[in-house]
Each structure stands twice: as C-alpha cells, then as structure tokens.
C-alpha cells in the first residue's frame, strides 16, 4: 500500500524522455502513412496522437468518408485511386469491412500500425510545446497523455506535422497562412478579388438507427427548436434517412477561428444536429421515422479548414487545372477544387462548388517540406497550397498519399544524413520517386526504374497472351438511353473494325464516334477523330463500325454511342485491365451535371463527364475487333507503369488460360533475395470507407492464388488468398536462380490472370 503525506511543493508528473529517428505528430490519415513508410524504410518512429483511435476526420469519432482522386467515381479520373501504404489499408478494409463499419475501419488501422516493430504509437497524448534546438531546427516536442498522466518530451532529427491544425509548425514559429489568397496573388482565377479570411467550416455527424418498435425521442434543452431548423435555409436538404457524412452540408464555424473557437462552433453544431433530429423524429414532416432511434451523435467535430504552411512551393489553381509536370512529384491528387461559403448552413448560397480538372495532378515534394524550419515536414490538409489548391488536396486519400512520401523522405533523410530540402538534389529525388513507387504508390508519369531488376535481364516468356477477338455477349443489353462508350487502350497505329450486336425497336440511326483526350494521360474524350452514322432496322442486328481508316497515338480511346432511347448495346460480363464502359451521366454528390461548363475568366476548363457505374454494374459492350486486339503484352510487366495509364500496362494470359505461367530465363545465375509482384486490384473502384456498401470484398481483377516455382519444379513460395496490390516477398537468404516460374490462378472465367510488374532483386 502506497501512503503519501502532503507535500507544501506541487507534485511533477510521471515524465519520460524519449529518442528517436522521427516524430509524426497526429495519426489521421497522413500521419499513419507517413509513421508506417518511415517505419517500413528503416527509422525508429515516435507517432504521437491526442485521441484514443487512429484516422482523424476518417475514424470512427468523427465519420468522414475516406475519399482522394477517384472522387466517387463521379469525374473523369479514370484508374487515379492512390496507390502504396493507403490502397494497402483500403484493400484491407474491404476485406473485412466491405459494408463501411466505421468501428471496424479503427480497428484495420490500429492494426496496421501495431504491425510495424519500429512505431511507438502514444494514443491519447497531445503535444503542446515545442523545443527548438537553434533558430530554424525543432529539437524536442512535448506532450501529456490524460490517461497514464504522462509528459514526454520527444526528441529526434526530424518531424512531421500531421495535426491538421499545424501545432507543432506554429509552436516552431513556421511561417503560415489562414483564410484565401487574393487573385492577383497567384494569378489564380478562381480566387477571390480580395484577399480574405473566411475559412471552410467543422461539422458534426450523426448515426441514426432502426428498431422493431417504435422509438420516442425527447430532444436536449440545448437543441435548436422545430422552427429554428426549419429557418435554416439547407432544411430543405433533410432526409429522415439519411445519416454520417451525408449530412455533410451540416457546416459551421467558418466564418470564426477555426482553431480557437473550436469548442464554441462545436456547441453550435450540436444545437443544430440535436435540433435536426428532433425536427426529424417529431416535426411530423417526415414518414417513417417513428422506429428510428439516434445510435450515435459526434462528440469531436470534423475540421476542414485553418492554417496552411509555406513550403519550398505553394500548390496553386493552375498546377491541378493545367496538370503542372513537376521533376519533384511525389504524390497526386484529383478531387475537385471544392470550396464552400463560409457562413455554412447559415449561408443561402449552395453548400460547396467544385471544379474538376481534365485529369488528375502531381504534388510536388517542395509542398511538404518547411520554408522556415529545417528538420520540419508538412502532411495532410496543413501541406503548402493556395486555399484554392488546398480546395483540392485536403481530402483525406491525397493527405494520406502524401504522408507515405513524407515518411519516406524521412527515412532516406536518415539513411543519406541529409535534410529534408537535401532531398530536392535530383539523385536523391530519383531515388525517393523510386522508392515511393516499388511500394505501388504510382507517381503519375514517374515509371518504375529499377536499375537492379534482374527482370529485366532475363528471357521472359508466358504460356499464353491475351488476343482479344470479342468480349463475350452475356446475351444481356443495356438501352441506349444517355451516352454510353466503351473506353478501351489502342496501340499506336490503325484502329480495328469493330463489331457489335444492338437491338433497335424501330428503324432508326445510331451515330458513333472514336474519341481522345488531348493529352494521351487523361480519359476526357475532347477529339472525335472520326464519326460514324448507321441506319438500323427494327430488331437484333450486328453493326460494323469501321475505324481502320483512323491513325491513333497509344493512348485510350472512347468508342462512344450517342444517345438513341429505341437502341440497346449487348454487353459482355467479361472483364479485362484497361476496358470499362463510361456514361455520359451526372453525379450529384461531387457537382457533375454530364457537362462542366464554365467562363474562361475563370481558369477552369469546360468540358464533357464520362463515367463508370459501379459493379456489380458497368458491364464492357461486347465487341468484335478485327483483327484481334493485343494489348496485353508479355512485354508490359518490366515496363514500369503500375496501372492503366496510356496503355493497359498489364500482361494478361488467355481467357482460357486457367493456370498461366511467366518463365524467366537467365543467361548465367543471378543471386536474388526480393520478389515483388504488383497485381491489379482495380484502381479505378472507389473505396469510401463508411456508408457505402461495397459489391465485393476483393477486387476481381486480382489474382488470389499463385506459385513462384525454380527450374527443377521446387517450389519456392506459394500464395493462397491474395487480394493486395503489391506482394513484396523478402527470402530469408539470397539463392542463385538461372530460372523462375510463376504460375497463377486465373481469378475467375470472366477475367483473365493478368499482372502489371515483376520486380526481381
Ligand atoms: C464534414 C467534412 C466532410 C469532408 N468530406 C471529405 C470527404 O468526403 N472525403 C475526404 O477524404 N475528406 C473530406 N473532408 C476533408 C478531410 O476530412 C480533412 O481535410 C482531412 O481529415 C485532413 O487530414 P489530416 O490528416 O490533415 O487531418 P485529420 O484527419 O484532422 O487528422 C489530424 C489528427 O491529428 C490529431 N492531432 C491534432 N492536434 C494534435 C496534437 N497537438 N497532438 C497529437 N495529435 C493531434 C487529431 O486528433 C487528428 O486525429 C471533409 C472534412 C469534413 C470536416
């Protein structure tokens, strides 16, 4: 037993002194990425974070849907879902978590983190001091844990500030912006004439639930009455089922300091959400609410917006519009720039506008590092970018991509004994893109270029390659009711004749067009490059459109239906890399109306929406192609590019091909010790994690089962049950090879075995 007498002097908390390679403060999204790329590429690191569950906005205290490029699938960035240590913990989530269980999401990334022996995570601990060990270098950061009534003080040689809020970086004395920069500042068109201080709001969820018997709902003294909620002008946007993130437009605080007043906005928002339940369960106004009950109110409100750092670089409106090519690229993002008032539901204005760019944007490495402070990264929402660009890269998947090129900057800093802007040396830049990328991180435009891949030396050869003569018909169809095209790669050269199946209900014309994107990277169809006009009879027929005549550069390609209400296309449940059908159609949730349609004075570019459905929808158009198409080539696997981009960039067997094997041959043995795989596992699928269900819980395209075989027939390793992207398998000890042979399983008889790289080291 532990007996204390009074002490005249005040008492000191437990204290404890920690040393380490590199600091993450804040574990959202960014923050986790980050510790776990420091972590995997060798450095000790401290990931110090104030709340009791990993995820920031993205866990299960606030509810955010984890969204970056794909953007719903709602804009024109084809195959843009962020690629390394993020698809890792989105494909692991569908796996267990495919029905968005925003618990369970907590859960995959404690787990995630827990996994790496060189994280030391400190759950419910805040820093609020920083030392600084000169005038432009961070030595130490404090912080206390309510729980175990704990400070540590954390030294190291680097830090990252995940926090959102940029504490550390203002603790530090980092220089920062708040509120949106002037026009004239950037030049940015879409910027306000003036500059201002008006912010983006916080705002708090709700989970709403069904019973089998009626629930009474008596609302908090507190809330905000019937006739209150019914002023707000976004009423009208209630649904009685509607919960989470679909209350997003639940917006306040804007127009106040979102990081001083934070506890005063969050005390509005709770008026307002407690209000808007009442005003659902009681008003009258809504039907079939008497069974629903409150199962979840948010107690941490979401923020979307305060300081932003300056970097070596400041992201600007015409880098993501123009898709500035940057040498130092180290991520990418392709969200819409989505600015809201800043007055929030009070605002009679609609609640965001977004405007999309043609293709998705690189993010330079400059925007990451600290103009001010030497030993200081940036990652997530604080990162340098004008507010307009920040509009854009904020959303948490981009945060988060950014983060794995923080962390790794962080450890090869370590490895090289270099600082953060040492990096900006092109041989070091290089080597930095290359690392990103061996863990798929999937730097548009920056290949994968291992100069060690002893795949590359080797004689490669398959059992089979994909010649594609037709996507089977299932015999279904889908009528011709908004514009339907099915985007698919070419080779460079002439185009195929192409064949389908359509059924008309009447004699009628059907107009079709092979259309490309101006830059060979995008998937926005700008150029007809020829139409066809066929007269058709009522009834099933096969039409032939002849594209033969046309010269195409190696890139995808939009053999496009115009709308014909009295015409149904056959389609095929065949899938294949690189062929999806796309839609003319709207997306509300991320402001697509089919057409985006804006002044030039505004920067912002005019142009169609061409869009995938969701499986289990989206089936290819059954086509024809003569002569037989194929662009799945052996070649593809050692040519860097680890998802569609210009060309499928996978080498795909036979459909009939049920266990295809790769053979690699070398002229003399060669000593390996790392095999590395990159699988596709449908980059184009968005993967929110809470509220949307999700068809499947692996990606189809992906081969789950395969073996890596030596020349005498001994197997070397054997998978069962793949569904990640990147299967790095490290020996225990290097072993001479003049052969290898990996077979595979074909995932199923739809689609075909296919793989993007094989790295072999
Ligand atoms: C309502 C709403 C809707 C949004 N819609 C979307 C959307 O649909 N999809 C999307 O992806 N994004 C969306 N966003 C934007 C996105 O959520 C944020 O921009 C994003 O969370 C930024 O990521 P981050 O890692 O920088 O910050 P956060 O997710 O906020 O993570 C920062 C973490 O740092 C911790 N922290 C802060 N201070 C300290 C400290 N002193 N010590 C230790 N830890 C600290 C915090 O607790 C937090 O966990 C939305 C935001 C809101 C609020």
């Not at 796996?95 to 907590?106: L, S, Y």
């Not at 204005?349 to 043609?358: E, G, I, V």
Request: proline share 5%.
């Amino acid at each position: 037993m532990l007996v204390e007498s009074f002490s005249p002097q005040t008492r000191t908390n437990n204290k404890l002194q920690i040393t380490t390679d590199f600091v993450v403060v804040g574990g959202g999204l960014a923050g986790v990425c980050a510790a776990i790329a420091a972590a995997r590429n060798g450095s000790k690191v401290v990931l110090i974070q104030d709340r009791p569950v990993l995820g920031g906005n993205a866990s299960s205290e606030v509810r955010v849907w984890a969204l970056g490029a794909t953007s719903h699938m709602g804009n024109n960035n084809r195959w843009s879902r962020e690629g390394g240590i993020i698809d890792e913990i989105m494909l692991e989530n569908l796996k267990v978590n495919k029905d968005g269980n925003p618990i369970i999401f907590d859960a995959v990334l404690l787990d995630k983190v827990a996994a790496e022996p060189n994280i030391q995570l400190l759950l419910n601990t805040a820093v609020y001091l920083v030392n600084k060990s000169a005038e432009r270098k961070i030595g130490s950061v404090v912080a206390f844990c309510s729980q175990n009534s704990t400070e540590y003080t954390v030294s190291a040689p680097l830090f990252c500030d995940a926090t959102g809020d940029g504490l550390v970086a203002f603790n530090a004395g980092a220089s920062f912006r708040i509120g949106a920069e002037s026009r004239d500042e950037f030049g940015e068109q879409l910027a306000p004439v003036q500059a201002s201080d008006q912010l983006l709001g916080h705002t708090l969820f709700f989970y709403s639930k069904k019973l089998d018997h009626p629930v009474k709902y008596i609302a908090p003294k507190f809330a905000y009455t019937h006739q209150q909620i019914s002023a707000i002008p976004r009423s009208k946007n209630i649904q009685g089922s509607d919960s989470g993130v679909k209350f997003w437009w639940v917006e306040y605080g804007g127009i106040h300091n979102t990081i001083t007043q934070t506890e005063e906005i969050k005390w509005e928002l709770w008026k307002i959400v407690y209000g808007i339940w009442d005003y659902i369960k009681n008003s009258g106004k809504f039907e079939d609410v008497e069974n629903l009950t409150l199962e979840w109110i948010g107690t941490v409100p979401g923020k979307r917006e305060s300081r932003r750092f300056n970097g070596e670089y400041m992201l600007k409106q015409q880098d993501i519009v123009e898709q500035t090519q940057f040498a130092d690229a180290v991520s990418y993002g392709g969200w819409a720039i989505d600015i809201h008032p800043s007055e929030g539901i009070y605002s009679d204005k609609p609640a965001c506008s977004q405007f999309h760019s043609k293709g998705v944007y690189q993010i330079p490495y400059r925007c990451f590092i600290s103009k001010d402070i030497d030993n200081l990264f940036f990652a997530g929402r604080n990162i340098s970018a004008s507010h307009m660009a920040y509009g854009s890269s904020r959303v948490m998947i981009t945060c988060a991509h950014g983060g794995q090129a923080v962390g790794t900057a962080a450890a090869l800093c370590k490895q090289n004994s270099i600082s953060p802007k040492s990096m900006l040396n092109p041989e070091y830049m290089h080597s930095l893109q290359q690392q990103l990328n061996m863990f798929g991180h999937g730097i548009p435009n920056v290949p994968l270029a291992q100069q060690t891949n002893l795949a590359k030396q080797a004689r490669i050869s398959a059992s089979s390659e994909l010649e594609l003569k037709q996507l089977l018909p299932s015999g279904e169809y889908i009528p011709l009711t908004q514009g339907c095209a099915q985007l698919m790669p070419f080779n460079q050269g002439m185009a195929p004749v192409m064949k389908l199946k359509v059924k008309a209900q009447t004699e009628t014309q059907l107009k079709v067009a092979l259309r490309v994107s101006v830059k060979a990277e995008n998937y926005t169809p700008e150029i007809d490059l020829k139409t066809i006009e066929l007269n058709l009879v009522a009834g099933e027929q096969t039409i032939t459109l002849d594209f033969s005549s046309v010269e195409i550069a190696a890139q995808y390609g939009f053999v496009t239906f115009y709308p014909n209400a009295a015409i149904e296309l056959a389609i095929s449940e065949q899938r294949v890399t690189g062929f999806m059908p796309v839609f003319n159609k709207m997306h509300k949730a991320v402001s697509n109306t089919g057409k985006q349609t804006m002044p030039v004075e505004s920067g912002i570019e005019s142009f169609e929406f061409w869009t995938p459905e969701r499986r289990p929808k989206g089936q290819n158009l059954a086509l024809q192609f003569e002569p037989a198409f194929k662009l799945h080539p052996l070649s593809h696997i050692t040519n860097g590019y680890l998802r569609p981009w210009k060309q499928s960039n996978t080498w795909a067997a036979s459909f009939n091909d049920k266990h295809p094997q790769v053979k690699f041959c070398w002229p003399e043995p060669v000593n390996i010790n790392q095999i590395t795989l990159f699988f596709d596992t449908d980059s184009d699928h968005a993967l929110e994690t809470v509220l949307m269900l999700h068809p499947e819980s692996e990606m189809p395209y992906c081969v789950q089962n395969y073996r890596i075989k030596q020349a005498d027939g001994t197997t070397l390793l054997e998978v069962v049950g793949n569904y990640q992207t990147v299967n790095k398998h490290t020996l225990a000890q290097a072993i001479q090879v003049d052969e290898l042979v990996f077979e595979f399983d074909q995932p199923s008889d739809l689609v075909p075995a296919s793989l993007f790289q094989i790295e072999i080291h």
